[in-house]
């Protein structure tokens, strides 16, 4: 069994358009992040929501709304792709307040062209 | 704001070199320290963590110590093998503990490639 998984694992849509990203762990978690890794393989976090309140927004633009209908899941939607929205989007949970030990998806490729 | 800064990379050796990949940070407090691997095509694992000054983390062979007189946290092994090709990720955690809700502040990867 997979502990966090996401769908789809690849994405590849036009500018403008808008697609969504899922995520669900297993683990019995009561946090989940997502995370944007770019080209460079540069991480950096967007969203944490703790037992589906939004805790963490790292200043993502409003166009990406995270959605969290149970704490075991948390999803990503994204309006009006854009090309630099191109890059590997990372699910993770963690124990609440688990200090830093984060559990990650295998990661979602979305390519925008 | 809270910041780490990694050796530039790739790194590339042969097995059974030795491996050293250094690893800085900037935060106010004291945060826990981390050091994740990423394998090809697969998303991120924890390898080992420190929590407090002078800790030592370790897991397969990996080992990095916190020093917080020189705010490091390099990671070595002594002996590679052509399995750890990844790429490894320093990282904190600002405010460990019950009050955190795990957000990580990661360095920007070194690609370590080993070949036979």
């Known amino acids: 069994d997979t502990a966090v998984s996401q769908t789809p694992k690849y994405l590849v849509t036009q500018m403008g358009n808008d697609k969504s990203i899922k995520c669900e762990q297993n683990?019995?978690?009561?946090?989940m992040y997502w995370y944007k890794q770019d080209s460079k393989k540069f991480l950096k976090i967007m969203f944490s929501?703790?037992?589906?309140?939004?805790?963490i927004n790292e200043t993502v633009p409003n166009r990406f709304s995270p959605k969290s209908p149970d704490k075991a899941h948390l999803n990503l939607h994204i309006n009006s792709l854009e090309l630099g929205d191109s890059a590997v989007y990372f699910c993770?949970?963690?124990?609440?307040?688990?200090?830093?030990?984060?559990?990650f998806g295998e990661g979602s490729r979305l390519t925008v062209l | 704001g809270d910041s780490v800064t990694q050796m530039e990379g790739p790194v590339t050796l042969s097995e059974e070199a030795f491996l050293t990949i250094n690893c800085t940070y900037t935060?106010?407090?004291?945060?826990?320290l981390f050091w994740y691997v990423q394998y090809p095509g697969e998303g991120l694992q924890l390898l080992l963590k420190?929590?407090?000054?002078?800790d030592k983390g370790s897991n397969k062979g990996f080992e990095a110590t916190y020093r917080k007189e020189t705010t490091s946290f390099h990671l070595e092994k002594g002996s590679v093998q052509v399995s750890d090709s990844a790429v490894y990720f320093c990282?904190?955690?600002?405010?460990?503990?019950?009050?955190?809700?795990?957000?990580?502040?990661f360095g920007q990867g070194t690609i370590l490639t080993v070949h036979p």
């Open positions: 935060a106010t407090g004291y945060p826990s």
């Open positions: 683990l019995g978690h009561d946090t």
């Open positions: 993770a949970s963690s124990l609440k307040g688990g200090g830093g030990e984060l559990f």
């Open positions: 420190a929590t407090k000054a002078d």
């Open positions: 990282a904190l955690s600002a405010n460990a503990g019950g009050t955190s809700y795990g957000k990580l502040t």
């Open positions: 929501y703790n037992n589906k309140e939004l805790i």
